[in-house]
DNA sequence: CGCACCTTTTACGTTTACGTAAATCCTATA
DNA sequence: TATAGGATTTACGTAAACGTAAAAGGTGCG
């Protein structure tokens, strides 16, 4: 018995003790799934993150890890260190309702939205500054290609 | 003859040798004026984009490092490295047209407001899921209070 | 057997712009 | 003279998220 399901066959090998009813891909599998390096997923763990199971040394992952890790990897894109989506992961209690949990990802998501919105602010700025200077730019540029006369910058 | 103007009369007790028609500032009073700290003045020089006179080990700053300071933070500001800021700045010729100076900041900047502009679609990238996920999450919240049943999250 | 391929652990390196001591010096003033 | 304020140099520390060896082990295949 195979571990992947026939349509995702790419680098299985092993063979692995087929007590659990799951499906396990190995680090390589994983890592391309979801684009990201096997580094990636060590240090994932390393922090926390992840747990994947063992067989051996290997590292198994289950599609609960892979829950997990697109968990990660939308709080990554919305700008969420791995502190954060870490705290807010370690509060889940499959037996509860979780409301702690939410509470809290819904508190930092609003700290986090404001603070995004601040960047967008700075970034608007930055892009009006950066083109007035470019105009400058362009300015002394054409004057001093049609009037060769001296001037100062820098 | 004192070295500051009256107006700006702060914390200049050493007297220094007149010889010189310029307004000379020492490091406290420069990063007064511009918001910076003693590091990062000293930091700047360290990297070449700042040069002072001296007075023995005093570092004397004219106006002339005043202006290099305003580009290097606004170099900054536009989101500049500093290592950018710096070659546009070692382009400048005070005997010439500096007009390689010139392209050279124009072409920077065209990559920059480049780069600007991908970080800003990012980050409207990242506040439109963000605001998804804070729906959702309150959805299950409200849910959550309404109908004390179990589900499923993490 | 030997090679290719996947995996493991350990651990230092990278990037950027300073922060933060620590030890010392100079000086005007009370 | 003691004290309060600057000033100097040297140099390690910080943050974030991995990158990049290095050394080694397991495995199926031709």
Tied chains: 1, 2.
Excluded at 14 to 30: H, L, S, T, W
Excluded at 95 to 111: V, Y
Aim: glycine content about 8%; cysteine-free; charged content about 30%.
């Amino acid at each position: 018995m195979k571990l992947v399901s026939p349509g995702e066959a790419a680098a299985n090998t092993n063979d692995i003790p087929a007590e659990a009813g799951e499906e396990f891909v190995r680090i390589g599998e994983m890592a391309k799934k979801y684009g990201v390096t096997l580094r990636t997923l060590r240090f994932y763990e390393d922090k926390g993150l992840l747990n994947p199971h063992r067989d051996g040394s290997t590292r198994l992952y289950t599609r609960r890890d892979k829950a997990r890790l697109k968990l990660i990897l939308l709080g990554r894109k919305v700008g969420f260190s791995l502190r954060d989506v870490k705290q807010m992961m370690d509060l889940y209690d499959p037996t509860g309702t979780n409301t702690k949990q939410l509470r809290l990802a819904l508190d930092k998501s609003e700290k986090q939205l404001v603070r995004l919105q601040k960047q967008r602010a700075l970034i608007d700025d930055a892009i009006g500054e950066l083109s007035n200077s470019m105009k400058t730019v362009r300015q002394m540029l054409s004057e001093r290609t049609a009037v060769p006369q001296a001037s100062a910058a820098g």
